[in-house]
């Protein structure tokens, strides 16, 4: 009866698959169980029920090739083997249609001699006596028939072939959408059904190895269990789909047989009832949920059958069977026990199965090609047909219109399909001589439209159309005439190379050369006049006769607006100058020609304070003058030199023919003269605008367009620094300054990450009280070859470079770090740069930082110039206020030495003011420094803010800053900027008691004395 369930396996999978692999799945489940049977019986009984020690297996030359066996081990061998083969068998259906025959009889012995019997090591190793290998058995765990030992074995190294092989072809639409594939014998898979159901019998039956009275109820469970479960299935299969399916109603069945299969023996009736319904829903609902989710395509539905009910009845029978036959005890703890043993099995089986068919695919190839897929695994392995399937299939083809008429159906002789196949071949021999007497009538008759429509598309396009064979013309079109400037009568038999003006190459790709063409060629007029034009041609067949056939488009207008849009790319649209462009290349063909022309020579020249013209007299005012200049420049040009707007205030020229540095004195002598001219900008306003200009001759400074550019940028750097309004000639030495600034600047880098810098703090001390009431951070670098480098060198390097934002936000990370640490260090002032200030992720990263150290953020003031609201002013508005609301306190650096200080102040919300140092140290020196002072002060004082005093350096200045009403202090007479562990915490004694002379009154003294 056992042996009757691979009869049954081998029915029901061979008809719930297509017929073209039907012989492919019966010959699997055949050579399945032989190959494994042999696998099993050389070493995978030994594995399974041998003596185990220190090994997780058994190890027993007695079992090796069933050596020395006794009859009851014999028959004991007989029924395990049937387990064995049940689980290969399970495989073959769910991979069906898609793996080789060959992998699979690998899997199916590498299934049958390890995976199977190691894990029957585990579970029954104790059949034939004590076996300590046998941890799951001697935990208590129950599996009377096999649900896990031999189906979830099974069906889990379903799932792994399944995963790593992939779905079959067509199985899901291009949405990812199941498709149905049905079974081609319906009727054939349930007589499959009915004899596995009873062929069950004698597998649960027949597990007690002995005739008795514990038969009964174990084939009564069996029965009811699987009759159930079929009801189950078919009730769920008919929700599911509105339909009844035969597949739902036998996939329940079998669910329901498998879960039942664990625990039969221990069972009562109600309880085989529930279980096998719960196994029919289990399988019917994984198997949905692998199909719709995990997108695994299971060919007869193996895995949810065979791998979850299998689960299910396993774990179920801890909780329906009655508790004096569960070896465990107690139901949690019987239950713990079949889930360990059940998760063990789904490692184990999978995970050696997943990594088998991934090995093996990789070295043999598990899954047969597209084309065989196609056309059937019956006849790619195994030569043979089944049914007229192949004729059905080519009918099919032709009725859809996918039909090759070429193609003919092999006769075989005896084949049941003979006469069928011989009937369609002649049916294609008839179709295709049709075809091709309609093909030839449909050909001359396009032969004929097509002069026609020709003839007719010609004389209706706007280009030109001309028709030639073997290089003479033979029709065209009027518009053909009207381009070359003839009738068509006059053109019609001339050579075509008559009228191109064209090199040999492009006539012979024209007349001569196979296939089309697209190329840019020249006609010639009669009357001389050359005109280019875009011709493409191919060939043609034309009043029955192969022709070329070309299409001219005139080109003269494109040709004209190319050439616009050309010099619009090239020149400066205000001044009509070249741009930069156009001035590197006229630069680069000087340079590359000195030899032949003579040197050449570079000016880089910038308008005096062109910026503020355009603050003051308006953008209008700013172009007049730029257009000016312009002409200004080319009226002063020689003929072969040229002028060039590089952007904003910056032009350029490009001396030629240079040989004296004199020349060039002359010539920037003579445009620095051309410029002291008055600029009328409209309106009568005259306002005057200097040049500056540096200067570098090729190849005396230079020999590159680079290096020339570069010194010539030198030179006008020095022109700018000596006054402006005058030129300068390049000269060894210039480039110190900024070779100087490169360096420092590659020093920076190296700098930030060795920790080179360190804050230096100068206390801000209280007027009234005389005492320290804020510290500013001051950044020093300690360089390990210059020493001590001043801010005023390093820091506009690290603004031009960039760095400045890196440099920054150490400083601001440094003074929490300070803030966190010293409690004598109440609040620090930190120097925002303007480009800093001005970086997009500013706001983000000093909030980041400072939260980050966990410092409060009013113990920050952050002093910002007036160049971070010059250029932007509504951006620097928004953000400022944004810090005042987060709680930072806001303080305006060198107040008075800008151009608007005054309406910053009622514009922006600013906590302090802090005196330019300039005007402090004019005190006593300057008769106006006293009064401006004096005004700042009671202006700030006013507006409620804090006013600061920087520079202080004697005694006489802060008397008179504190008879002014001055909140604070800050300058080498309060202390000099020192480490953090060397500050400054009080004031000198001489400094609090002049101080509080002046709080209380005293007189006014010069402020001469400077602090040592």
Known sequence: MVMMMQVGFLLLEAGMVRSKNSINVAQKNLLDFVFGAVAFAAIGFMFAFGASGWLPVGVDGDFFFLQRLDSWESAFFVFQVMFCGTAATIVSGAVAERMKLAAYVFGSIFLSAVIYPFFVHWAWGGALGPNSGAFLAN???????????????????SLAACAVIGPRLGRYDSEGRPVRIAGHSPVLSTTGALILFFGWIGFNGGSTLSANADVAPIILNTVLAGGIACCVGYVLGYMQDQIVLPEKSLCGMLGGLVAVTAGCQVLQPGGALIVGALGAAVAIFANDFLERKLKIDDAVGAIGVHGFAGVAGTLALALLAPVDRLPAGGRLEQLYVQAFGSALNFYWAFGLGWIFFKVLDKTLGIRVSGEVEEIG????????????????????????????????????????????????????????????????????????????????????????????????????????AELMGVSLDQLIGRPIRDVLAADQAEADAMTGAEGGFDMEISLLRDDGEVIPVEMKGREIVYRGKPMRIGCLVDLRERKRVENQIRYLAQHDPLTSLPNRALFNQRLADSV??????????????????????????????????????????????????????????????????????????????????????????????????????????????????????????????????????????????????????????????????????????????????????????????????????????????????????????????????????????????????????RHTDFRRRLDEIVRTAGVETKRLELEITESVLIDDDKRALKILNELKVSGYEIALDDFGTGYSSLSYLSRYPFDTIKIDRGFVSNLGEEGSAEAIVHSIIDLGGRLGMTVVAEGVETLEQARFLARSGCDELQGYLLGRPQPLDKIALSVPAEVVAGLAMEIHGGAETPATQRAS
């Not at 390049?730 to 100087?740: A, H, R, S, V």
Request: proline share 3%; aromatic share 6%; with cysteine.
């Open 592 to 837: 590359r020609d000195i030899r032949r022309q003579g040197g050449c020579a570079v000016l880089m020249i910038d308008l005096d304070h062109f910026k503020d013209i355009n603050d003051i007299h308006g953008h209008p005012a700013g172009d007049a003058v730029i257009r000016e200049a312009a002409d200004r420049l080319q009226r002063i040009l020689g003929s072969h030199d040229v002028a060039a707007r590089l952007g904003g205030d910056e032009f350029a020229i490009i001396l030629s023919r240079i040989n004296f540095q004199a020349q060039v004195e002359d010539f920037c002598g003579r445009l620095a003269q051309s410029f002291r001219k008055p600029f009328e900008i409209g309106g009568g306003d005259l306002i005057r605008c200097g040049v500056s200009i540096g200067a570098a001759m090729c190849p005396d400074h230079a020999e590159t367009v680079e290096e020339l550019v570069g010194r010539a940028d030198v030179a006008l750097y020095h022109a700018k620094n000596s006054g402006r309004n005058t030129f300068r000639i390049f000269k060894p030495g210039m480039n110190t300054l900024i070779e100087k600034r490169r360096a420092l600047e590659v020093d920076l880098d190296a700098g930030i990450a060795r920790g080179e810098f360190e804050l230096f703090l100068q206390p801000r001390v209280d007027v009234v009280s005389a005492e320290v009431t804020s510290y500013e951070a001051l950044l020093r670098w300690h360089h390990p070859e210059r020493g001590i480098v001043s801010p005023v060198d390093f820091i506009p390097v690290a603004e031009a470079s960039g760095k400045i934002i890196a440099l920054g936000e150490w400083a601001i990370r440094e003074a929490c770090r300070m803030l966190s640490l010293e409690a004598n260090v109440g609040r620090l002032s930190i120097n925002v740069s303007p480009i800093q200030f």
């Open 377 to 480: 695994l019956n006849v790619a392995e195994h030569g043979s047909r089944l049914g007229v399937g192949h004729v059905e299939q080519a009918l099919s083809d032709l009725l859809s219109g996918a039909a090759d008429l070429s193609r003919r159906l092999p006769v075989e002789a005896g084949d049941e399909a003979e006469n069928l196949t011989a009937l369609f071949n002649r049916l294609m021999d008839n179709i295709q001589t049709e075809e091709r007497a309609r093909e030839e009538e449909r050909s001359l008759k396009r032969d004929d439209e097509e002069a026609e429509r020709v003839t007719a598309l010609a004389n209706a396009t706007f280009e030109a159309i001309v028709i030639y064979h073997d290089g003479i013309i033979l029709d065209g079109n009027e518009q053909l």
């Open 139 to 157: 935990l208590g765990f129950v599996d009377f028939a096999g649900s896990t030992v031999v189906h979830a074995t099974g069906g889990w190294i």
